[in-house]
């Protein structure tokens, strides 16, 4: 069946979908008071849009309960969220953009997402994923951001890897938080304001083969952090140590 499209428009009021049946297409429009999609288990796009002036704790692109959507190619600037999903599982945000946000992308409990170069920066957190798991966070750029890059908080099975997380100010550029089980793989993690990668009271994790340097505080941190394996990385010319351990875990090969 042919997709509802809406196209090439300019709205003061935002978009609002919600327990759709039917397949849809949102492109190439401006957006004042962002999209907001719910309880959709039907494929559809958003792409080509600006979002912006969501308001406080205002969404830019809003999900709630959807599942196969794709997120593309899409602008979201100033708001308090992004780009928002809640309870929403199996999409995908490809190549957006998100600044001058509280958050430029959040996900909670939001499972089995694929989050492929998009661009956070100049928000006070860059890409936030909390109570997820099974999300591929890959080849983003998340820098010049004030409180931290790329956090997972009570998270688990999740992957970032392949990404870009430079200048972030205050807490650290990627950072773990009473998270287990996922994988930091291949990241470069350079001139943050504090700490490279920070795993605080996390299990289980596997921090490898990233390149952290020329951060201001430690290159990788671990604190209350046990049974972590940290493989192969290049720690350098951090201003504090390359690596900091305080519990229990494996080093390898660093």
């Known amino acids: 069946d042919d997709p509802y499209i809406i196209e090439n428009v300019t709205v003061n ?22 999209i907001s999609i719910r309880d959709s288990s039907v494929y559809f796009v958003i792409r080509n849009c600006s979002v912006y002036e969501g308001g406080y704790y205002g969404k830019g692109i809003k999900l709630n309960n959807v599942t196969n959507s794709m997120i593309f190619n899409n602008t979201a600037y100033n708001n308090y969220y992004g780009i928002y999903l809640t309870d929403s599982n199996n999409n995908t945000l490809l190549d957006n953009t998100a600044y001058n ?5 959040y996900l909670t409990d939001s499972n089995n997402n694929t989050l492929l170069e998009n661009t956070a920066y100049n928000n006070y957190n860059g890409i936030y994923v909390a109570y997820g798991s099974t999300n591929m966070i890959s080849g983003n750029t998340a820098n010049d951001n004030k409180f931290l890059g790329i956090q997972l908080y009570y998270s688990y099975n999740n992957t970032i890897r392949d990404n870009t997380v430079n200048f972030n100010d205050y807490t650290a ?20 304001a504090n700490t490279g990668i920070f795993l605080d009271d996390s299990y289980n994790n596997t921090i490898e083969l990233n390149n952290v340097k020329n951060n201001y505080g430690d290159g990788i941190s671990l604190w209350e952090s046990n ?8 720690a350098n010319d951090n201003d504090r140590y390359g690596i900091y351990l305080f519990g229990y875990m494996s080093i390898c090969n660093n």
Not at 101 to 105: A, C, K, L, P, S
Not at 173 to 192: A, E, K, M, Q
Not at 227 to 234: K, S
Request: hydrophobic share 30%.
């Open 13 to 34: 009021d935002g978009i609002s979908i919600g327990d759709s049946s039917v397949y849809f297409v949102i492109r190439n429009s401006s957006v004042n008071g962002g």
């Open 101 to 105: 946000n509280n958050y430029g992308i």
């Open 173 to 192: 550029g990627i950072f773990l938080d009473d998270s287990y089980n996922n994988t930091v793989r291949d990241n470069t993690v350079n001139f943050n």
């Open 227 to 234: 049974n972590n394996d940290i493989l192969r990385n290049e």
